[in-house]
């Protein structure tokens, strides 16, 4: 390894333009998140509105996502990311002047949650798909956890000052703050070169048949395809359960909102915690430690449903964060480093696709869950995510990763 490789990747310029950019333009998405929930609801007064609302974003990112992939790899993913961070901005900032001229009206947020997910559905993959090419395949782990653990600190601080200006100055001023925070990576992205394409012979396919070789890459794979069945179980047995039950919990047992925010504050300090030590720690036999954090994630949730006291809740959603928190890092880090860069897009994509195509069908299992058993949500949703993880270690090639 040579010493600029050693090195951690803030001391690579383009990343960290990358980085700084990226950062103040997910500081910038707080600012969105906090008055977009809050403008719905002072026009409308309804919950099932806003959820509808929310819905209609999620549907084109996951119907999209292998599209958006295929189309990275055809194409400069740092242009798509320029053009889509563009068109997000272009779209806040129009209602941002629609609130101000008193025009603003339910469907076009309806429309604007629909476009922010096709945009997002060609985004996300296009950023997995870049930072490979900016940093050192040793650096990506380093490299993927600052990315992650900033938008975490920004997840984490952001959203009060947000309310504080939504409650002095309106929503209308809040999502001028988002749309001038895109300018922020665009202006970062304009600084960066494209990276090289990978050299093919092969004839260019259309998107059906790139996305279909982009599935049998992954199929072919059988470490690539036992994890991300992983990934995908993960995912759907703790998003619902977690963004569900975290607050059926506190309501129930301790009815208190206080403690709602502590047990909330305890998975984000343990997330935070788990890409920390991902991007210290020189990795070793990762498959073996891969399964054993998957594992503690299972046992955690398990252990929810038969822990009663709220110090020993706290302990529990703190591990179950930093396992999964390290976790995430070091598959991103790995697919990263493993998948052929010609492919690459598609291979993330086939992975966030497994991240969020399922969230909406975890929410809804979760709401129908609780309703039987709180308890019994987290311990079978425990005991599933255990038994997937038990497959992935029957499988060698996941043993060996290292």
Not at 41 to 63: D, F, H, K, N, Y
Not at 361 to 376: D, E, I, K, Y
Request: proline share 4%; with cysteine.
């Amino acid at each position: 390894m040579s010493s600029a490789n050693a090195r951690h990747p803030i001391f690579n310029r383009e990343f960290r333009y990358l980085w700084i950019g990226s950062t103040i333009s997910g500081c910038g998405d707080q600012f969105f998140l906090v008055a977009l929930p809050w403008l719905i609801l002072q026009l409308t007064g309804s919950g099932a509105i806003l959820g509808g609302i929310m819905m209609v974003g999620a549907i084109p990112r996951a119907a999209l996502m292998l599209i958006g992939g295929a189309v990275s790899d055809r194409t400069s993913p740092r242009k798509i990311m320029i053009f889509t961070a563009a068109a997000r901005a272009l779209l806040v900032g129009t209602l941002a002047a629609s609130i101000w001229t008193h025009q603003v009206a339910v469907w076009q947020l309806y429309m604007l949650c629909f476009l922010f997910g096709v945009a997002d559905a060609f985004a996300a993959p296009a950023a997995q798909t870049l930072l490979p090419s900016l940093v050192a395949p040793e650096q990506l782990p380093a490299a993927n956890a600052l990315a992650q653990g900033t938008q975490q600190i920004a997840t984490l601080i952001m959203p009060a000052p947000a309310g504080l200006i939504v409650a002095a100055f309106g929503v209308a001023t809040a999502f001028s703050v988002d749309a001038v925070s895109f300018l922020f990576i665009i202006g970062a992205l304009l600084m960066l070169r494209d990276p090289p394409k990978a050299a093919s012979t092969a004839p260019r396919t259309n998107i059906v048949h790139s996305i279909l070789e982009g599935l049998r890459y992954v199929r072919k794979d059988v470490a690539l395809t036992s994890l991300m069945l992983v990934i995908a179980i993960v995912n759907f047995c703790i998003t619902g359960p977690m963004s569900v039950g975290i607050a059926v919990l506190a309501k129930q047992e301790f009815g208190s909102a206080a403690t709602f925010g502590l047990l909330i504050s305890s998975v984000a300090g343990g997330s935070l915690a788990g890409l920390l030590m991902a991007a210290t720690r020189k990795q070793r036999k990762r498959g073996w430690v891969l399964l054993a954090c998957c594992a503690i994630v299972g046992l955690g949730t398990i252990l929810i449903g038969l822990i009663h006291s709220l110090w020993g809740l706290m302990l529990a959603f703190f591990v179950i964060g930093a396992s999964a928190g390290f976790m995430n890092v070091q598959l991103i880090a790995w697919f990263q480093q493993r998948v052929d860069r010609g492919v690459l897009g598609r291979v993330m994509s086939v992975l966030m696709f497994a991240s969020l195509g399922l969230m909406p069908l975890s929410l809804a299992a979760a709401g129908v869950a609780v309703q039987w058993s709180l308890r019994g949500m987290f311990a079978g949703a425990g005991l599933l995510v255990l038994a997937v993880n038990l497959i992935a270690a029957l499988q060698r090639p996941v043993r060996e990763i290292d």
